[in-house]
Structures are given as structure tokens and as C-alpha cells.
């Protein structure tokens, strides 16, 4: 029974911050890559950021210095901070849950986010 579970999304001002989270249950938490993903109207989707058992995060250029993802292992959560937000932002956000080893890929149900100017 996989569950990943985002909240915090919503509507926000360009310039304006949001706290994305996610909490995940049913896996081994500590071993696996969490990343959140997002998908814009018409585009297609894009890791926005990911974090590895190791604690080691990658992000896309186009978030990198405005976005910080981390983790609660204790929490089975992960987060994404977001800050600055631009409109070219406005997405729905997934949580993703995947380990190789262990045979893992699970999604959120995503979490809209809208950034207006």
C-alpha cells in the first residue's frame, strides 16, 4: 500500500514563496530518490529537483538558487521550498518516489501551483 501524498500548493504572486510537501507511506523510505516534477499547460514534464538516499539534490536550471529540496526521513516527507516564484512556474507538481533496487517508481496525484503576476 504506496501512498505518496503532496500538499501546499495554490496561488501565489510572482515573487512570492510556496512550501511544497509530500508525504510518503508503504515504502523504505530512506532508500529511495524522492524528486518532485512538474508539467505546464502544453509542455512537457520536467524534474524540477530530486534528492537521494545520500542526501545529494540535483535541480533544473531553471529553479537552481530559488528552489531547495530536502527531506525528513523521520517524516517519510520530502519538501520543496520554493521561493521567487516566476509565473513560468505555474505547473502541477508530482512527488515521485523511486529506488532501482528495490523496484520502486511511485507518483503523487500532483499539487497545482499558479504563480500570477
Known amino acids: 500500500q504506496v501512498q505518496l501524498v503532496e500538499s501546499g500548493g495554490g496561488l501565489v504572486q510572482a515573487g512570492g514563496s510556496l512550501r511544497l510537501s509530500c508525504a510518503a507511506s508503504g515504502v523504505i523510505f530512506s532508500r529511495v530518490t524522492m524528486g518532485w516534477y512538474r508539467q505546464a499547460p502544453g509542455k512537457q514534464r520536467e524534474l524540477v529537483a530530486r534528492?537521494?538516499?545520500?542526501?545529494?539534490?540535483t535541480y533544473a536550471d531553471s529553479v537552481k538558487g530559488r528552489f531547495t529540496i530536502s527531506r525528513d526521513n523521520a517524516k517519510n516527507s520530502v519538501y520543496l521550498q520554493m521561493n521567487s516564484l516566476k509565473p513560468e512556474d505555474t505547473a502541477v507538481y508530482y512527488c515521485n518516489a523511486y529506488s532501482y533496487a528495490l523496484g520502486y517508481d511511485y507518483w503523487g496525484q500532483g499539487t497545482q501551483v499558479t504563480v500570477s503576476s
Open positions: 534528492i537521494m538516499p545520500s542526501y545529494t539534490t
